[in-house]
């Protein structure tokens, strides 16, 4: 029995049916999702959410589908990482990785709202399915789009690191490189959603798409051991993720699965593309688009479409906002490697070097706990980032002369024969 009741504006409450909606006929507020909580609190208990699979579906009462999920089954339920060597390195206690560098099957988060969108897409008849993309969301919709067979278009600027382009193209969606910045591209396919009826995840499946957020909250607070955090950092592009996280756990808390204080939600942008950030230290509600320069291109997006949720959801939280610049992103990809084994992309050393600058200004205190959100994987972007920094590796002769050769150079040469001979 489904538990979505339809959708409501989120400025000034009309309601309308769970169709491809996603601005109000009123007053063009974002429309979200309306569950019948009260019926969710009687079907999703820990015990049946335990008992489920471990993919997204787990919370299927709190994601907004008529029927049976239609893709998505490996997708979710991430690893939530206990970081005790970085932990030690940034001086704080209790330091979590959610790390959706690993979502199945295409490595980032957007694996959790194309999911959502997918199947909401089959569900209202939809024969094309696409997206306006910064790379890792276009590779899910083409992904997705393969496994249930539908026509797929994904529209990309036209100046993305390679391995996010070939990332799409295997899937043989039909690729569309843009002349321009994301916020053209997504003008464009704003037109397009209008002109051809298509299904574009970002767009006319909006309000359905973003529900798929709500999981990485509902995660964290499980893999806690049905518990929240002190704080949470999370990326912050068009601006989808930080508020459904939020949301998320607001409605943990409405059916009875998790008690206690929310933590305070931070959001981490790149310096080249911080319009929230900037909202939040200027005290306005409103994020003034700017024009993106960073290395980030999966978050360097100028004008997000849920920028003012972003901004409300942080200050009612107690967050802040914290920009970083492209050597600071870069650092913390290499710090998050080599202390913790995850190679992340630049949108989580945005994230991690974000969540470092808060422990240095106090923000996050040493005795708190946190969880960082690591969205996205680091092979896609390996050439364009670290391919930059790192040395090249040493190549020797075949002979093991050559090998103590170059050992002797490593200063490890000792220690390692002594290894040897006990
Ligand atoms: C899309 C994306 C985000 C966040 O995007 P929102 O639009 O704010 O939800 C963060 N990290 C990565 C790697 C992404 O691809
Ligand atoms: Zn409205």
Redesign the pocket.
């Known amino acids: 029995m489904t538990t979505l009741l339809g959708l409501k504006c989120h400025l000034c409450g009309a309601s309308y049916p769970a169709e491809a909606l996603w601005v109000c006929r009123e007053c063009l507020g974002p429309l979200e999702t309306v569950y019948d909580y009260a019926r969710v609190r009687e079907q999703l208990t820990r015990a049946v959410v335990e008992s489920r699979p471990r993919n997204l579906w787990r919370y299927r009462e709190l994601l907004p589908i008529a029927g049976e999920p239609r893709t998505g089954f490996h997708s979710g339920f991430t690893p939530l990482v206990r970081a005790r060597r970085l932990a030690a390195r940034l001086g704080v206690e209790e330091l979590y990785i959610k790390d959706?560098s690993v979502n199945h099957p295409t490595l980032?988060?957007?694996d959790r709202?194309v999911s959502v969108a997918a199947t909401r897409a089959v569900e209202l008849g939809f024969d094309v399915f696409g997206c306006a993309s910064?790379?890792?969301?276009a590779n899910s919709v083409s992904a997705h789009a393969a496994r249930l067979g539908l026509e797929c278009f994904v529209f990309i600027p036209h100046d993305l690191e390679l391995g996010k382009i070939l990332g799409s193209a295997v899937f043989n969606p039909h690729v569309v490189g843009v002349r321009g910045t994301y916020d053209d591209v997504n003008r464009l396919c704003t037109q397009i959603a209008d002109r051809l009826g298509w299904g574009f995840a970002?767009i006319n499946l909006r309000s359905y798409y973003a529900e798929g957020?709500k999981t990485m909250g509902f995660e964290i607070a499980e893999q806690l051991g049905w518990r929240f955090p002190r704080h949470i950092v999370?990326?912050?592009?068009?601006?989808?993720?930080?508020p459904?996280i939020a949301r998320g756990l607001r409605e943990l808390k409405e059916v009875g699965l998790v008690d206690g204080d929310l933590p305070r939600i931070h959001a981490a942008q790149a310096a080249g593309c911080a319009p929230v950030v900037r909202a939040l230290d200027d005290g306005v509600e409103f994020p003034e688009p700017v024009k993106p320069s960073t290395i980030a291109k999966?978050?360097a997006?100028g004008n997000?479409?849920?920028g003012f949720q972003?901004v409300r959801t942080v200050r009612s939280s107690g967050g802040t906002g914290v920009a970083s610049s492209d050597d600071e992103i870069l650092d913390a990809i290499q710090l998050l490697a080599e202390t913790e084994g995850i190679f992340t992309?630049p949108?989580?050393g945005a994230?991690l070097a974000g969540a470092m600058s808060l422990i240095r200004r106090g923000v996050i205190a040493p005795e708190d706990s946190v969880v960082v959100?690591i969205?996205?994987n680091g092979y896609k972007t390996a050439a364009e980032t670290v391919g930059t920094r790192l040395e090249k590796p040493t190549v020797i002769g075949r002979s093991l002369d050559e090998f103590e050769g170059y050992l002797r150079t490593t200063g490890l040469a000792e220690g390692v024969a002594s290894v040897a001979r006990s």
């Open positions: 959706d980032s988060y957007k709202v910064t790379g890792n969301l970002n957020a999370s990326p912050v592009a068009g601006g989808t993720l930080l459904r999966s978050i997006i997000p479409a849920d972003v992309e949108a989580g994230t959100c969205t996205g």
